[in-house]
T-cell receptor, first 113, second 115 residues
Framework: DQQVKQNSPSLSVQEGRISILNCDYT??????FLWYKKYPAEGPTFLIS?????DKNEDGRFTVFLNKSAKHLSLHIVPSQPGDSAVYFC????????????FGTGTKLQVIP | EPEVTQTPSHQVTQMGQEVILRCVPI?????FYWYRQILGQKVEFLVS????????KSEIFDDQFSVERPDGSNFTLKIRSTKLEDSAMYFC?????????????FGDGTRLSIL
């Protein structure tokens, strides 16, 4: 039962262009959404998050958009840099209680210099 | 910046043997987690731990698994009788509080190889 889905396993983008990574979720109880970035041989690192009361959150080059009616979120990276090349995981869960965070399968982003 | 540390980075074990994976969470964090990632697959939740008790576990976390906080700093995952399918990266994470709105800080993982 994949409650968090990232349908694109990989994405290649030219340096300086926009990278758009997508994520869909099915569980209506999820009200908080996070993006993690993972380099090879390292653990996931928190990147940016958004609460369900918002539809956009921006942090520097990274912006997350949330469309609750579509149960869809996306991560925009502008401009993309070679150092952004990594696997990006979408994660979601309820903001309260002990409930676990559910991760998507990840999208491998390659930024080409 | 404080970080979560995991040891060993790579563990090779014979099938049927017991293995203990160790983690030192960030010192002021109260919630601890174990995840695993089988090669090429998604990061899967195993267990969360708070106040010396398991607060939630997944269906993967069966009787062969156990967690413990033996002292004030370490958090361990024990796999009692390892199987070939236990081969994976195991990540420890910690957070200040519970809930998805508290980002979890991950260690760099232990690669467990079962022969």
């Amino acid at each position: 039962d994949q409650q968090v889905k990232q349908n694109s396993p990989s994405l290649s983008v030219q340096e300086g262009r926009i990278s758009i990574l997508n994520c869909d979720y099915t569980n209506s109880m999820f009200d908080y959404f996070l993006w993690y970035k993972k380099y090879p041989a390292e653990g996931p690192t928190f990147l940016i998050s958004i609460s369900s009361i918002k539809d956009k959150n921006e942090d520097g080059r990274f912006t997350v958009f949330l469309n609750k009616s579509a149960k869809h979120l996306s991560l925009h990276i502008v401009p993309s840099q070679p150092g952004d090349s990594a696997v990006y995981f979408c994660a979601a869960g309820p903001s309260g209680g002990y409930q676990k965070v559910t991760f998507g399968t990840g999208t491998k982003l390659q930024v080409i210099p | 910046e404080p970080e979560v540390t995991q040891t060993p980075s790579h563990q090779v074990t014979q099938m049927g043997q017991e293995v203990i994976l160790r983690c030192v969470p960030i010192s002021n964090h109260l919630y601890f987690y174990w995840y695993r990632q089988i090669l090429g697959q998604k990061v899967e939740f195993l267990v969360s731990f708070y106040n010396n008790e398991i607060s939630e576990k997944s269906e993967i976390f069966d009787d062969q698994f156990s967690v413990e906080r033996p002292d004030g700093s370490n958090f361990t995952l024990k796999i009692r009788s390892t199987k070939l399918e236990d081969s994976a990266m195991y990540f420890c994470a910690s957070s200040e509080a519970a809930g998805a709105n508290q980002p979890q800080h991950f260690g760099d993982g232990t690669r467990l190889s079962i022969l």
